[in-house]
């Protein structure tokens, strides 16, 4: 119950496309969702971040939508750049009590010029 | 603020060999996270310290490995035998309380031949 499933492993894109990664969750407790970025060779890093009381939430050309009844949330990259090839990992986490974060698998995107 | 540091950057040693990790985590922070992560098994949490305690190590590995947080601006990150299994990167985070935000530290490449 404590996993965050996320799709796919890999996914490559040509320059300008939309990019989407994909993940699921059970607990019902999470309530506050990030996805970090990472690229190679550095830790990861807080890229854009959804409460569950919104659907949607966009910073520039990166959109979290979110589905609570789903159980289900998605990134989406518009105008994908190959500056935005790196690892996304989604999370999940409860905010009270220090809880700590549950991260997906990882989602290598690639981004073609 | 000079974000999480971490020491040493990459570290090569043998099977059987005692290697000590260590973060300094962002000053006023007071949640400190080690991870590690491969390409099997993705990111995973070992350990996280809230205040200086021990809050969750179920994730770390086995008896070999220990960490500590003697006070509020150091933690170590110990495994004794090493393994060439241990193979990974080590990254440590650290959070303020009542933030979501974890910060990441570059990591620290270890090789046990």
């Known amino acids: 119950q404590q996993q965050v499933k996320q799709s796919p492993q890999s996914l490559i894109v040509q320059k300008g496309g939309i990019s989407i990664i994909n993940c699921a969750y059970e607990?019902?407790?999470?309530?506050?969702f990030p996805w970090y970025q990472q690229f190679p060779g550095k830790g990861p890093a807080l890229l854009i971040a959804i409460r569950p009381d919104v659907s949607e939430k966009k910073e520039g050309r990166f959109t979290i939508s979110f589905n609570k009844s789903a159980k289900q949330f998605s990134l989406h990259i518009m105008d994908s750049q190959p500056g935005d090839s790196a690892t996304y990992f989604c999370a999940a986490q409860i905010i009270q009590g220090a809880q700590k974060l549950v991260f997906g698998q990882g989602t290598r995107l690639t981004i073609n010029p | 603020d000079a974000g999480v540091i971490q020491s040493p950057r990459h570290e090569v040693t043998e099977m059987g060999q005692e290697v000590t990790l260590r973060c300094k985590p962002i000053s006023g922070h007071n949640s400190l996270f080690w991870y590690r992560q491969t390409m099997m098994r993705g990111l995973e949490l070992l350990i996280y310290f809230n205040n200086n305690v021990p809050i969750d190590d179920s994730g770390m590995p086995e008896d070999r490995f220990s960490a500590k947080m003697p006070n509020a601006s150091f933690s170590t990150l110990k495994i004794q035998p090493s393994e060439p299994r241990d193979s990974a990167v080590y990254f440590c985070?650290?959070?303020?309380?009542?933030?979501?935000?974890?910060?990441f530290g570059p990591g620290t490449r270890l090789l046990v031949l």
């Open positions: 607990n019902t407790a999470f309530d506050y």
């Open positions: 985070a650290s959070r303020q309380n009542l933030q979501e935000t974890q910060y």
